[in-house]
């Protein structure tokens, strides 16, 4: 039976329950070795275990077993980041994509798809051809529709193709039911080039219900906000991700939750809609089973993240020295070294405002890649470590090593999800995985500016300046130079990443948050974007180079 993730909340209140039972009679041995035995005999054969109930549950008992061995090397935890433990051996695309033409299910389509969207292979092109494949074969599994919005949006940019998978989403019945006049409007803006009549239709028939929009369908109500962002349309895109975040709450709230997955979903949620109490609260009450050692760690990091919110980060800075002190990892030392009692000036890559020597005047220079964005006279040149996404550090690692080798700077730090990387088996010393990232985004992953803020929060700087960073609210893209695809939305344009994968409104609130907080000193135009208020800097986004329309 094709699996279905249509109403999911029951689901996963019955896999808490199945899990949190099981997990406590696996303690002794032979029930353990009856689990193992049941999980070995669920497994389907030839197709990814994801794709069927029979794997899903397979997985489920195999999850609840006690570790047999701790691993002597490092793993990629979603939500906790690098812990100890065994790698597996890392999906092999090809392998992965053979497979699901040789046997054409939904799992084995996902299965290909999920490998070949990891951003150290990022054949994103075939992954979006696997996740509409999939979708063919179950039209009710909805990492498909996630798959073929998320991964479009960033390849094809093809609106109609897109809303044909996710149109799917729309309600059979109830007040906001298909094949109304709702939906017609929406519908406008899915074409490639909708006129600016159909983008004011589509809003106003949104605004008129917008007492019920959050009972649609995240993914559905993720679509519409995405493509209005993508038309320039930031604040009514935002304001459906808060409608989002409240059908997630619906969902998850008030329920015992089978993972950490589904806490981070949930304490996102109240972090996107600033709803300190609920997240306070989850967050010293998790309802989830810690008896867990990994689910431990995780609502461990979500507290200290929660805390975050607050204002206050020495709970974070006390989980990053207890799980440095039990996993070192490379270039930390030099990382400890570097900030610990300095000042530390961070330049973004945004045009400046002439305060370049002022920028060289601190103890440390910390930039989004190593060479400076800008002139000497607006960006300063020294540059002590050096922030890499991913992507450009592994098609760039030549001239990058070169660089560190020439002493152009000290250390350069990565995503920590690249230690999964078969290309950097061997890291060199001059680079230095994050151990994990903030958690509690509702929805996308923290951009270039908040990773480097939130990396150097775990350590013990005497302060963080922050220099040419204005949030995407400036004049231009970046300084000239910067990024040769930073220039607008469209097919394969690495800037469509600004609204699919990251969520500019939570970006400003976090930042603005911790400027409040003493935690950093905004300088020039990043001072100036964070002293406005969230509706001044959407309309400074909306007059901006990302609210310009391209003809595709």
């Known amino acids: 039976m094709a699996v279905s993730l249509h109403g999911l909340r029951w689901k996963i209140a019955a896999a808490a329950l199945v899990s949190r ?3 406590r009679a696996g303690r002794f041995p032979l029930t353990a070795w009856a689990i193992r035995r049941a999980a070995e005999r669920l497994q389907p054969r030839n197709q990814d275990a994801t794709g069927t109930y029979r794997g899903i549950a397979a997985d489920l008992l195999t999850r609840t077993l006690p570790a047999e061995t ?8 979603s939500i906790a980041g690098l812990i100890p433990g065994q790698p597996a051996e890392p999906p092999n695309p090809g392998e992965l994509s053979t497979r699901a033409t040789h046997t054409p299910t939904a799992g084995n389509y996902l299965a290909a798809a999920a490998a070949l969207r990891k951003p150290y292979v990022s054949d994103l092109n075939a992954a979006v051809t696997h996740y ?21 949006a960033r390849t094809h940019y093809d609106w109609p193709r897109i809303w044909a998978l996710v149109e799917t989403l729309v309600p059979k019945r109830g007040p906001l039911r298909a094949h109304t006049e709702l939906w017609a409007n929406v519908a406008g803006i899915f074409t490639q080039t909708p006129s600016d009549q159909a983008v004011l239709r589509a809003k106003a028939a949104l605004e008129d219900h917008q007492e019920q929009l959050p009972s649609l369908h995240q993914l559905l109500l993720e679509a519409i906000a995405a493509r209005l962002q993508f038309l320039g349309e930031f604040a009514v895109g935002f304001r459906l991700r808060e409608a989002a975040a409240r059908n997630r709450i619906t969902e998850l709230s008030g329920i015992p939750l089978e993972s950490g997955i589904w806490l981070k979903h949930l304490m996102g949620a109240y972090a996107y809609l600033e709803d300190q109490q609920q997240l306070r609260g989850t967050a010293q009450k998790p309802p989830v089973d810690r008896t ?47 900030i610990d009692g300095k000042r530390v000036a961070v330049v973004g890559p945004s045009s400046g405002d002439g305060l370049g020597e002022l920028i060289e005047s601190y103890d440390v220079v910390v930039r989004t890649r190593h060479a400076p964005a800008g002139s000497a006279h607006d960006a300063g040149v020294r540059t002590d470590i050096a922030y890499y996404a991913g992507r450009d550090l592994l098609r760039d690692f030549a001239e990058v090593n070169a660089a560190a080798e020439a002493g152009a700077f000290q250390l350069a730090v990565t995503r920590p999800f690249f230690v999964e990387a078969p290309s950097l088996k061997q890291w060199p010393t001059w680079l230095r995985p994050a151990r994990f990232e903030h958690g509690l985004y509702f929805r996308g992953a923290p951009m270039g500016l908040q990773r480097i803020l939130y990396d150097l929060l775990q350590f013990q700087p005497a302060e963080i300046a922050v220099f ?13 130079g910067y990024r040769a695809s930073y220039t607008g939305f ?15 409104a939570y970006e400003f609130r976090w930042t603005t948050l911790l400027n409040q907080a003493g935690l950093i000193t905004a300088h020039g135009t990043t001072a100036e974007v964070l002293s406005l208020s969230e509706n001044a800097y959407l309309r400074r986004l909306e007059s901006g180079p990302l609210a310009f329309r391209q003809s595709v």
Not at 138 to 150: C, F, I, S, Y
Request: no cysteine; glycine share 8%.
């Open 21 to 23: 039972t099981t997990r």
């Open 70 to 77: 701790t691993g002597e090397g490092i793993v990629y935890d």
């Open 132 to 152: 509409e494949k999939a979708f063919t074969a179950n039209p009710k599994d909805l990492r498909a529709v996630e798959g073929a919005l998320t991964i479009g």
């Open 292 to 338: 867990d050692p990994r689910t431990r760690i995780q609502a461990q990091k979500l507290q200290a993240d929660a805390a975050l919110m607050t204002g206050d980060a020495a709970p974070l800075r006390a989980h990053a020295t207890v799980r440095r002190n039990l996993l070192p990892l490379n270039g930390e030392g030099t990382m400890s070294q570097l």
């Open 468 to 480: 040419n960073a204005d949030l995407y609210a400036g004049q231009t893209f970046a300084a000239s």
């Open 490 to 504: 469209g097919p394969n344009n690495q800037t469509n990443d600004v609204v699919v994968m990251h969520d500019l």
